[in-house]
Every structure is written in structure tokens, then in C-alpha cells.
């Protein structure tokens, strides 16, 4: 696109250059600098900056996935979703409180959604758009799971909670119950289990957590295969918040492309 924009660029140029004074540079930015440019943002570049830094091409843009966020309620969804939607804070704040710009403190108890655009995939050096849906987890809700299970969905990422220890055969075994309507509904779509709040101090090892969870869930359901794909989340501290939410949103627009 870039190498096609420039030839315009110059051929209009040269027709621009013919015409007298200011009536040839008002041509030039009309016909040729305002329509390339929006070309070049369409199709994912963008030109120099005003430093004189070498022009930069943007990862082309591969369009919408759909990924659906599971799990218990409690496991940590709605504080991802949130950060997702905040990706100027660095950390999850404390207290919640639902207040304006404060994640919610209350369970979900229907879908949230959020479109996250051009989330980079640099190991297929192109960009997505993701079309996050939380589901609420609570006990009255997880029946109604499979009504947003529709082939569309590229990914399923089921959030466990690592500083619930108690949980951990619930949450397993609405994973297992679960992977049936996933293989009829949308047999494509890539799973990942994430191990959430790994930076709640009670928290067991994120790999502990999954290998317990895909050991029961297989025990509830023959039919569960014995590994998944695996990923963690930390809310907090050093080794969480920005960084780790972001690495799970590129894990997810890597498997969404898959």
C-alpha cells in the first residue's frame, strides 16, 4: 500500500506542479496529501512524524475475533475486562467500589463487553481487534453459558482463582460440563485456562492450580482432554497489573488468529 500511495503521490505531484503559485500547492494538499494520508491510516501505516524519525509501517489490522471470558464468579474476569479497558493504569486499584473509573465490586450478573482495537500480535506481525464477552459466573448464570457460545467465537479463556483453593473442584467442574457444548458449538475455537490473582499472597503456584483443576475436570468428564493451553494473571505488584494483563490480551489475540 505505501509503495502504491507514493506513486500517486508522485504523479500528482508532477500534474500539481504545472499549475501557477498557490493554486498548484492548494491542488497538491487536496488531491493528494489529505486523501493519501487517510489511504495510509486505512490500511495500518503511518507516515513520518514531524521529528524526522524514518517512517514507520503499523502491523496491517486482520479485523474482529470474538473471545468469551468464563468462570466462577470472583475468579478475576471483570478485574481483566477492566483492565483492558483502562490501559493507562498500571495496576488494578484497591477497594474497588464500583465508583466512576473504579473496577465493579459486585459479581457480574449478566455480559460485559468491550472491543479492545489493534491489540499487536508480533508473532504473525499483524494486529486485531478483540471483542471481549464476560459471562457472569454465579450459580443462576452458568446454565446459561452455552447462549454465548456461537461458532463465531475464536477463543475461550476459563479464569480460575488461585487464592481459592475451595473453588477449585466447582470451578473444574463447570469447566468439564462445559467442554461438551464448546466441541458441538464452536469446535474451533481455542481454550486456555487462566490462573488468576497469582499475586494475592494465600495464591497457590498458577501451575499447581491448573494441573489440579485439569486432573478433576478430567475426572468429571472422560471426554476432557488431559492438557490445555495455560496462562496467568496477577492483578497487582511488580510482577503484575500492566504487564500481565496486557501479555494475557496478546495470548488471547494470538490463539483468536490460530
Known sequence: MASIVNCLRGCIA?????????YGLIGYVGCCVLPCKYLLEKSGYKTKSRNGAEEEELLPNRGLRQVLLLGLDGSGKSSFLWMCEHPGEMSLPSGGGGGSGAPPSASTTGVLRLTRKDVQVAAQQCAVNLDLAEVGGGERIRPFWPHYLKREIKAVAFFVDCSDSAR????????????TTIQSAA????????????DVASARAPEEVCSEVLKLAKATNSAFPAN?????????????GRSSADALL??????ALS
Do not use: D, M, Y
Not at 168 to 179: D, K, T, V, Y
Not at 228 to 240: E, K, P, W, Y
Open 14 to 22: 508532477r500534474l500539481c506542479g504545472r499549475l501557477p503559485g498557490t
Open 168 to 179: 477449585l473442584g466447582e470451578a473444574a467442574a463447570s469447566l468439564a460440563n462445559f467442554w
Open 187 to 198: 469446535p474451533f475455537a481455542a481454550i486456555v485456562l487462566v490462573a488468576s490473582k497469582v
Open 228 to 240: 490445555i493451553q495455560t496462562a496467568q494473571l496477577a492483578l497487582r505488584g511488580s510482577n503484575g
Open 250 to 255: 496478546q495470548r488471547l489475540a494470538c490463539l
